[in-house]
T-cell receptor, first 117, second 112 residues
């Protein structure tokens, strides 16, 4: 059982739709992350939230919009996605960030498998 | 430009034998290294880590070795079990930022 919960597990959407991916953790972790993983590739970092503030945006297109409503929740709002955005979207959390968190592993959810038609 | 490399896309090992997975990195600012294991349809699961101030860390059947001068680390699994069959990702991070950089992964098959 994973301690990071992601919903939905699967999502199929058209290019004009608006949808949201959700991530929740109750471990008291202060850092939360969104990753994108294509088939047979490693996870690629998209966003990092540190103490509920966006600290890293890896030049992600604006059709992906992250939100951290509180310390336990992380959302990824999707709008006008392209077929190449089809991938597994992984959420992760870690206890701390920066130099305090450098020796702490990230805990991953099982991901949302996103398909864009 | 891959900062973390795993040059073997796949590895097959007989059950009971040793599995050795290798990883190389280029960024000398990395000071913490992690191994993750991933089964299909699941997220990566943390396995073991090592700080750059150490050269070995052991946890049960899993041992990670770090050679800083060669910018090389390896994961040893002894003895290998069929349940170890998965994709193994090497990852690295620097204490200067919150980015974890993953290698491309090695698919391990442990044959009964």
């Amino acid at each position: 059982d994973t301690e990071v919960t992601q919903t939905p597990k699967h999502l199929v959407m058209g290019m004009t739709n608006k949808k949201s991916l959700k991530c929740e953790q109750h471990m008291g972790h202060r850092a939360m992350y969104w990753y994108k993983q294509k088939a047979k590739k490693p996870p690629e970092l998209m966003f990092v939230y540190s103490y509920e503030k966006l600290s890293i945006n890896e030049s992600v297109p604006s059709r992906f919009s992250p939100e951290c409503p509180n310390s336990s929740l992380l959302n990824l709002h999707l709008h006008a996605l392209q077929p190449e955005d089809s991938a597994l979207y992984l959420c992760a959390s870690s206890q701390e960030v920066g130099s305090l968190g450098s020796n702490q592993p990230q805990h991953f959810g099982d991901g949302t498998r996103l398909s864009i038609l | 430009d891959q900062q973390v490399k795993q040059n073997s896309p796949s590895l097959s090992v007989q059950e009971g034998r040793i599995s050795i997975l290798n990883c190389d990195y280029t960024n000398s600012m990395f000071d913490y290294f992690l191994w993750y294991k991933k089964y299909p349809a699941e997220g990566p699961t943390f396995l073991i880590s090592i700080s750059s101030i150490k050269d070995k860390n052991e946890d049960g059947r899993f041992t990670v070795f770090l050679n800083k001068s060669a910018k090389h680390l390896s994961l040893h699994i002894v003895p290998s079990q069929p349940g170890d069959s998965a994709v193994y990702f090497c990852a690295a991070r620097s204490s200067e930022d919150d980015k974890v950089i993953f290698g491309p992964g090695t698919s391990l098959s442990v044959i009964p």
